[in-house]
């Protein structure tokens, strides 16, 4: 298949998914559409082929081959750049905002245990234990867990192993989004009543003080170029996986100590936070690693998609339950309301910008002063962003590195 074809074609897909997404307000996620297409593109695709035979649609028929996604070459310069974006993701942690935001970190992590928990004791019982684990990486994180896993699944030819996660993914996003934005409402309105009963008083931050730790960071010279911070970056990148080869014998996913690194290098000054923004290559990158999680779809035959119906709803049932009674016994203790640990720990299924998105929106629709939409939001927005990191970038990432090698 043409190269440029085939890349122009994913474009347009995403051109697509981004823009139902945005119409629905993110109940849709792009994700979810895009896996949508592809899913319906795949399984269609003889049957399409037969039905244009001879006709003047015949050139464009066998559009959604197999060497759809190989042919663009995204996939690989995906696989390539997953390093990149692991450190990026690294350097996006403040630790002086977590150490601020202790308790809704320890609520973060305690939702992913409680995820991984529960279906490793129960889900067990439903589906070998690959498709557990899977789940575990689809239910607590994002791409990178997802990519993870399945290039464990792929290497030993677990075809539906690797997609089940892609299925989980497109869907978890419809369950999160409502089930936390009934959550946050009733946080919001808790603390709108203790706002008007004097008990909640909002000092707004001087900007100059949000910014100070950003006075220490000296990134390296060369790093001023996208070459140079590309050049920078590969380093990591190529260190994490020697480390994790000679140090911990694979054990250690080389994605979590790129990550690490990724924290460590913004702390010390030598990379700056965001460290692939302003990259002219970081869009690309992006979408790379997003063009990866589709792969296994053109593979996976009808049959198998039918099999993992059951998987996949008990690994809904399951890991959800197992998130929010983590997170409310966690909320419990730390002196949080109920639904905002609950809400803490649903980040997990969405990650930022929902985390931002669902906390602007929530604010608005509950505040009726600006002041009041302005207290709601900055008791609810600080926490929601870094539930975020703590569940999908930091837990997620070192939990599904660590369990992916038990795929066998």
Not at 19 to 47: E, H, Q, R
Not at 211 to 217: A, G, L
């Amino acid at each position: 298949m043409n190269s440029v074809y085939s890349f122009t074609v994913i474009m347009l897909i995403w051109v697509i998914s981004d823009y139902v997404s945005k119409k629905t307000k993110s109940l849709l996620s792009s994700l979810f559409v895009a896996s949508f297409i592809f899913l319906i593109g795949f399984k269609s695709n003889a049957f399409v082929v037969d039905l244009a035979r001879g006709s003047f649609f015949e050139p464009i028929a066998n559009t959604f081959s197999k060497d759809l996604l190989p042919s663009s070459s995204l996939q690989a310069f995906g696989i390539t750049t997953i390093g990149f974006i692991i450190v990026h993701l690294g350097t996006m942690i403040s630790l002086d905002e977590l150490k601020r935001q202790y308790k809704t970190f320890i609520i973060g992590v305690s939702a992913v245990l409680g995820v991984t928990v529960t279906l490793f004791f129960l889900g067990a019982y439903f589906k070998e234990l690959n498709y557990v684990i899977a789940g575990i990486a689809a239910l607590t994180g994002a791409t990178v867990s997802i990519v993870i896993v399945q290039q464990q699944a792929m290497a030993l030819g677990l075809v539906s192993v690797a997609a089940f996660p892609v299925l989980i993914a497109a869907f978890q996003g419809l369950v999160g989004f409502p089930l936390t934005t009934i959550l946050l409402k009733k946080e919001a309105r808790r603390l709108q009543t203790e706002y008007r009963n004097g008990n909640l008083v909002y000092v707004k931050k001087d900007e100059a003080d949000s910014n100070t730790n950003t006075k220490r960071f000296k990134p390296l010279p060369f790093m001023k170029t996208t070459s140079g911070s590309l050049f920078a970056i590969g380093v990591v990148v190529l260190l994490s996986q020697q480390l994790s080869l000679r140090l911990t014998n694979g054990f250690l996913h080389p994605l979590v100590i790129s990550l690490l690194f990724g924290v460590f290098l913004r702390e010390i000054g030598l990379f700056k936070p965001n460290v692939l923004s302003g990259i002219d290559a970081y869009g690309m990158m992006l979408l790379g690693l997003l063009i990866i999680v589709f792969g296994p779809l053109s593979s996976i035959t009808p049959a198998q998609l039918v099999e993992l119906i059951w998987p996949l709803t008990i690994t809904f049932v399951i890991g959800i339950a197992g998130n929010i009674i983590f997170s409310a016994i966690l909320g419990k203790i730390l002196n949080y309301s109920i639904p905002m640990a609950i809400s803490i720990g649903l980040t997990c299924l969405y990650g930022f910008p929902g985390t931002m998105i669902l906390s602007q929106e929530v604010s608005k629709s509950v505040g009726e002063t600006p002041e009041e939409i302005e207290v709601i939001e900055a008791n609810i927005l600080p926490k929601m962003v870094i539930a975020g990191f703590s569940t999908v970038t930091i837990t997620s990432v070192i939990i599904t590195g660590l369990i992916a090698k038990l795929i066998i």
